[in-house]
């Protein structure tokens, strides 16, 4: 279900990051963060120290740079020393740890201005302790935008390293392999800088070799990432699609190590499924082998392209029974709640199956054995809500399915619309309980002379935008017609009553 639209990709603010590292041993430790779970930007995922180019970071001089450079090296040094207490300044050697203490925490408060704060204590500045290592833009998929400019600084031997609470939740000294460890098995969240930051650590050698590594990845046309794997074995290609607002682009997901499997391929266009035949083109190439496209559903935004990609890849199309007799093209393959979809590989993976009707009938998500992610369809969104769209949509079945995923458990979730959701119990727990809130209200609506749909949709859904009411009136019949089968409400007439049950 869905409306054209025409995507308008956000501008990239630019911004700074620090990538900390200590020498250890023959290598080098680097200092991670992990970003607190309700920041609307990746929430829950581990990064580097960082943050947005303000204004003011123009006004501190930084010896050896000028103009945008320097101001991003301002940037860098501030976000440095806000996220972790490290300053990096000509003359902070001679400050008692208490004193930037003091002034770290009097700069995070707004008490005192970032340039005030070098020009009080004497500090300088310098170049060369922010050498220049790469530069990201963030996709035009994803609503906030930045153009990353990245900076390889070697901690200062006296240096002490934490973070404080507030937006970040953790921070730690690790080594680099360790740091990747923990992607590869689904523990922690990484976008592709992070994770070729980590990369190029794990096998350090010097800070030249490191800074000319850093500032060269492989697939980043136009500092853009064209292979976006935030757990290792799950890959993500947004593709435009005519959806619901706010939504605008729907995920496609390759899975696997060796044999792959493509996960609604949704976009007819062949500008937008050519991104998703390219990442296949290219892990072909490093010796894998898709063996399958999957459809979480029937839905146009999620199989637009499901006949093109299974003709240009030459594999089958597996799906649910309840989604094959939807579609006008074939399926091989009907899959079957419990049934594990198993990918040879490097690493092998497991996919388990679970039938999840709701939003559809056939809906299906895949659940990794390993790590407990899931790739959820639209049984949630990174961005937007979820429409309980009758006959096809059941409220009573999304919510029975809502509550099975809480308590499988599962881990992250890979939804179709928006970034991947880190603490997935909470996210379904979540939606549980606005759903419930949402249903008390459509109930507590009903007068005793009874109201019409569109009466139920004006009360209960006041607090959402008019031209959004259409989409609310689904939901909000999918809601009446489970209270009507609990025998909680009747309907005469068009008309809907509280029974008194």
């Not at 089958?316 to 079957?336: I, M, N």
């Not at 790739?375 to 429409?387: E, H, K, L, P, R």
């Amino acid at each position: 279900m869905g409306i054209p639209l025409s995507p308008t990709a956000a501008e990239p603010r630019l911004s700074a990051v620090a990538i900390l590292y200590r020498r250890a041993g023959d290598g080098a430790q680097v200092f991670w963060v992990k970003r607190g779970e309700a920041l609307r930007f990746a929430g829950g995922f581990y990064a580097l120290p960082g943050g947005k180019l303000d204004a003011a970071d123009a006004r501190v001089p930084v010896r050896g740079a000028a103009g945008e450079e320097a101001a991003l090296r301002s940037a860098a040094a501030r976000e440095l020393f806000e996220e972790t207490g490290v300053l990096m300044a000509e003359g902070a050697q001679a400050l008692p740890e208490p004193r930037r203490a003091e002034l770290r925490r009097a700069l995070l408060a707004e008490e005192l201005k970032w340039a005030d704060l070098l020009q009080r204590e004497g500090l300088a500045l310098r170049a060369e302790d922010f050498r220049a290592a790469g530069r990201w833009i963030t996709p035009p998929s994803v609503p906030v935008r930045f153009d990353a400019h990245f900076y390889l600084v070697e901690a200062p031997p006296d240096s002490h390293a934490e973070v404080l609470p507030g937006e970040l939740s953790e921070g730690a000294w690790i080594d680099p392999e360790a740091a990747l460890a923990r992607w590869r098995d689904g523990s922690a969240l990484l976008h592709p800088p992070t994770v070729h930051a980590l990369q190029v650590l794990a096998d350090f050698k010097d800070d030249a070799d490191a800074r000319a590594r850093l500032a060269t990845p492989a697939y980043c046309p136009g500092f853009i990432s064209q292979r976006i794997e935030f757990q290792r074995g799950v890959r993500v290609v947004a593709l435009e699609t005519a959806t619901l607002p706010p939504a605008m682009h729907t995920n496609a997901y390759v899975l696997g190590h060796g044999e792959l499997l493509v996960v609604d391929p949704g976009s007819s266009d062949v500008k937008q499924y050519a991104k998703l035949l390219s990442l296949v083109a290219g892990l072909k190439a490093e010796g894998m082998k898709p063996v399958a496209v999957v459809l979480t559903h029937h839905h146009g935004d999620h199989t637009g392209g499901a006949r093109a990609v299974k003709e240009r890849l030459g594999v089958p199309v597996w799906a649910h029974a309840r989604t094959a007799d939807r579609l006008d093209f074939p399926v091989e393959r009907l899959l079957q709640d419990g049934e594990v979809l198993e990918l040879a590989g490097a690493v092998a993976q497991r996919w388990r199956v679970l039938h999840t009707p709701g939003h559809a009938q056939g809906h299906v998500c895949l659940v990794d054995e390993l790590s407990r992610a899931a790739v959820v369809g639209d049984m949630v969104a990174g961005v937007g809500t979820i429409v309980i769209d009758p006959p096809e949509g059941n409220m009573g079945d999304y919510l029975t399915q809502l509550a099975r995923l809480r308590d499988w458990p599962v881990t992250t979730l890979y939804p179709a619309h928006g970034g991947p959701i880190p603490d997935g119990p909470a996210r379904l727990q979540e939606y549980l309980k606005h759903r419930a809130a949402r249903e008390a209200v459509i109930l507590e609506s009903l007068p005793p002379e009874g109201a019409t749909l569109a009466r139920v949709v004006a009360t209960a859904y006041a607090d959402t935008h008019p031209l959004m009411h259409p989409v609310a009136e689904r939901s909000a019949l999918a809601t009446l017609e489970k209270l009507a089968a609990e025998g909680r409400v009747r309907e005469e007439s068009l008309t809907w009553f509280r029974t008194g049950a």
